[in-house]
């Protein structure tokens, strides 16, 4: 069975506090993808990754970088936390060949 | 351009009800079409996924896309109150969006009364 897991469900930060957002998949994927959700604005891609090491901007990279160490962990990380990066975050999977992305159950970030 | 138009809804609609979700898109390379199904507090599903032009179906589900229009539809027959959820329509250019991500509309929030 497909499982991606997200390190937390709820946080809470300070503005200008580093924040580390981890995502690991036990389905030896390829291609891992933070998006982040907001009301009114649906689902925006951040970064992705297609490979370890690798990493490609998405739509709004900005405020924002990715480490992909191993083939299994994606994590996002929050340079300095700001208000405006108060968000739901949601990290997906595919593999090669597959038409689905697998999403985790989201890391709901508030930002005080 | 990457916008896909979703109305976000509510929509709400009794028990047994016909109900049709759409999405607009301007991206003429869009050729992977995808509806997820968002419950509260989840991660998105994918629920039907088509490529190209044409229609798909799956149980009470059904996707249809024109892309001469620019326009994707979903349409769930006989709804049940397990069907409340938040729609997402989802597209890309590339299989699975795995070169550049998935473009998402904002979602309608769906509402079947019981």
């Known amino acids: 069975d497909v499982k991606v897991t997200q390190s937390s469900r709820y946080l809470v930060k300070r503005t200008g506090e580093k924040v580390f957002l981890e995502c690991v998949q036990d389905m030896d994927h390829e291609n891992m993808f933070w998006y982040r959700q907001d009301p009114g604005l649906g689902l925006r891609l951040i970064y992705f990754?297609?490979?370890?090491?690798?990493?490609e901007k998405g739509d709004i990279p900005e405020g924002y970088s990715v480490s992909r160490e191993k083939k299994e962990r994606f994590s996002l990380i929050l340079e300095s936390a700001s208000t405006n990066q108060t968000s739901m975050y949601l990290c997906?999977?595919?593999?090669?060949?597959?038409?689905?992305?697998?999403f985790g159950p989201g890391t709901r970030l508030l930002v005080l | 351009q990457k916008e896909v138009e979703q109305d976000p809804g509510p929509l709400s609609v009794p028990e047994g009800a016909i109900v049709s979700l759409n999405c607009t898109y301007s991206?003429?390379?869009?050729?992977?079409f995808m509806w997820y199904r968002q419950y509260s507090r989840k991660g998105p599903e994918l629920l039907m996924y088509?490529?190209?032009?044409g229609n798909k179906e799956d149980g009470r589900f059904t996707a249809q896309v024109d892309k001469s229009s620019k326009y994707i539809s979903l349409f769930i027959r006989d709804s049940q109150p397990s069907d409340s959820a938040t729609y997402l329509c989802a597209m890309s250019q590339y299989s699975g969006g795995g070169a550049d991500g998935l473009t998402f509309g904002k979602g309608t929030h769906l509402i079947i009364q019981p």
């Open positions: 990754s297609y490979d370890v090491k690798m990493k």
């Open positions: 991206n003429s390379a869009f050729q992977y």
């Open positions: 088509t490529y190209s032009s």
């Open positions: 997906a999977t595919l593999t090669q060949g597959e038409e689905t992305q697998y």
